[in-house]
């Protein structure tokens, strides 16, 4: 889901500043929470492995420029279900981050647009995951019906925001809706692989009974809420 460069113009980028500003915080928000629930160190750790997953999925899994974005595997999904939202979160903007400053310079004035395209779909899709998961069920029971709903809130939201930063940049024309089309088409081959993948990993987490009660992982993951 890069944002290709030049899509927005350096007089309308602004817009993608305040937006991830405002996700920063929310995120921010959300740490806070983490560490009152379960500690600093807790929130540390799984936000470090996250930073690592995320970059892995960014430079190691297939991805493919299509239409005004690229086409990723980002399992937003699986590190919320297994880390939490918070250290998903970091994990989303640190790994993109890393990626943008060593790997990819032409990013860095994306970044903002990029990192609101993958933390507010997160978001939603916690709200959402609190609703039609419920309270009795632990993460590793999850069916794939639900894991399907929620990898369809996620990579659904990020489809509508790279939508919105392309009309937002380049306006509404033929040309455009086509691109964008291109890409929501092929973006929603990943809402038919992710939930295969999340209950793969949570079935090997099911597994892992020592993981259970570890600071490593989110408590949600084997215990009811």
Known sequence: MHIEP???????????????????????????DAVKKDGVLSLLLRSL????????????LPHHPVGVSEVHLILGTTLLLVFGVAPAAFGLAGGLAIQSLFFAQQDLPQYGMNVTTLLVPLFATHALARRIVPESMAYVDISYQQAFKLSVAYQGGIVAWVSFW??????????????????????????LLEPLVDLGVLAAAKALHRLKGSVLVEQRLYSAA
């Open 6 to 32: 030049g899509l927005v113009d350096g007089t309308k980028i602004f817009l993608s500043y305040a937006t991830g500003t405002a996700a920063a915080v929310y995120a921010s928000k959300l740490a806070v």
């Open 166 to 191: 392309a009309l937002y940049g380049h306006g509404f024309n033929a040309e455009n809706f086509a691109q964008i089309g291109s890409f929501g088409a092929a973006y929603m081959t990943v809402v």
């Open 49 to 60: 492995l996250c930073v690592a997953l995320v970059f892995s999925f960014f430079e190691l």
